[in-house]
């Protein structure tokens, strides 16, 4: 039983239910393709009686292009993964426009790059690492990440920080102006209530307005980002009746790194308020490695030990989005290193912001085997 319902194998529930309707639903983590062809093609079941089917296709894609949209003030962006040899795709609208004619700007981009990306044409896509081989749906995809709308102010002085102005100015918006949006986005089933929002520029416990800001994400499943270095109430009071979590991105493991890094001593405070916040509600912890920076055996093995602490949801990995060559063997064992200290602890661990590509990832993996078979060979001394 499950959830007071009972649970029956495929077989089972073929001859129980030889000409029931079938709806297939799944963790937006899992692989819906895979489980649509195990029934189709190991148990017969038509694709008709599949109630949601859903058509794949592989073509030339990434995960940013299937998956995520950023709406600025008078754009939608389809990715933050800007190289030395692509450009962000992106449309233009105004202000002035009304909310069905932004949203009808975005159908178009995605629709213009998908259809590129299938066909080799030129788009601002070109010259990107991310772009591979991969199953992407034939129907318009939902949104898994709808970033934030606004341009705030920050307190942190990140060394890799895309967006420095930042700091020092704050753009504000009519909060009024965002729920047509998103209700348009739904009417067109570019988003539902699996859609993760994703609340991240600027820094959210110092924002003016924020509490009505908080208020418009009531009831969505929403990633927010903040840096932790105060513990705000308004964000806390969200928290904790919301479907809301935290996501810090710490990026050192002692004091002296942190502060190099964000531009300010506030290691500390952080680790501290994180386990404040902790109590209320999930915790992702984020590492961007910083080849030669943050990369020492001090400042993993301190971040290491914080997380096993702190016991996040998540650890997630990334690295310098301004780096143009693949990382060297010894910062990528400390990423494997991380990896490996979490799963024995049973927390769950992924690459962030698809920085790493294939090479540098298949490399991590097997500096992870290495450190478990290690781990094996000493057990049995």
């Not at 709808?146 to 930042?166: D, E, H």
């Not at 400390?334 to 298949?362: L, R, V, W």
């Amino acid at each position: 039983m499950l959830f007071d319902l009972p649970v029956y194998p495929p077989s089972a529930m073929l001859e129980r239910y030889p000409e029931a309707p079938i709806v297939v639903t799944v963790d937006p983590s899992a692989n819906k393709r895979v489980i649509q062809d195990y029934l189709t093609e190991e148990l017969n079941i038509s694709r008709e009686r599949i109630v949601n089917y859903e058509v794949y296709e592989k073509i030339r894609s990434c995960w940013h292009a299937d998956h995520f949209a950023m709406l600025e003030e008078n754009c939608w962006k389809l990715c933050c993964q800007v190289t030395i040899n692509n450009q962000l795709p992106t449309i233009y609208f105004d202000k002035s426009d009304t909310p069905k004619v932004k949203v009808e700007k975005l159908i178009e981009l995605r629709n213009n790059i998908k259809n590129a990306l299938k066909t080799g044409e030129s788009c601002a896509c070109d010259g990107c690492p991310n772009i591979e081989m991969r199953w992407t749906r034939e129907a318009t995809q939902l949104i898994q990440f709808y970033p934030a709308f606004y341009k705030s102010i920050c307190n942190l002085k990140c060394i890799y920080c895309g967006q420095p102005k930042m700091r020092e100015s704050y753009s504000d918006f009519d909060a009024d102006d965002v729920p047509p949006i998103l209700q348009e986005l739904k009417d067109e089933n570019v988003i539902d209530g699996n859609t993760y929002f994703r609340f991240a520029n600027g820094e959210i416990s110092i924002i003016p307005g924020r509490e009505k800001m908080l208020s418009m994400l009531n009831g969505t499943k929403t990633v927010i980002l903040s840096n932790c270095v105060l513990y705000d109430e308004i964000l806390a009071q969200h928290l904790k009746y919301g479907r809301s979590f935290l996501l810090c991105s710490l990026d050192a493991g002692t004091r002296e790194t942190y502060k190099k890094i964000k531009g300010a001593d506030k290691f500390d405070n952080v680790c501290a308020n994180l386990k404040k916040y902790s109590q209320i509600t999930d915790i992702q912890l984020k590492y961007i490695f910083l080849e030669g920076i943050n990369d020492s055996d001090e400042d993993v093995s301190g971040f290491i030990n914080f997380a096993l602490e702190l016991k996040p949801e998540t650890v997630k990995m990334s690295k310098d989005f301004r780096a143009k060559t693949n990382y060297n063997n010894n910062t990528l064992k400390q990423s494997a290193k991380i990896i490996s200290e979490m799963n024995k602890c049973g927390i769950k661990t992924q690459f962030s912001d698809s920085t790493y590509n294939k090479e540098e990832k298949e490399q991590i993996e097997f500096f992870v085997s290495e450190l478990k078979q290690q781990m094996q060979g000493n057990s049995n001394v």
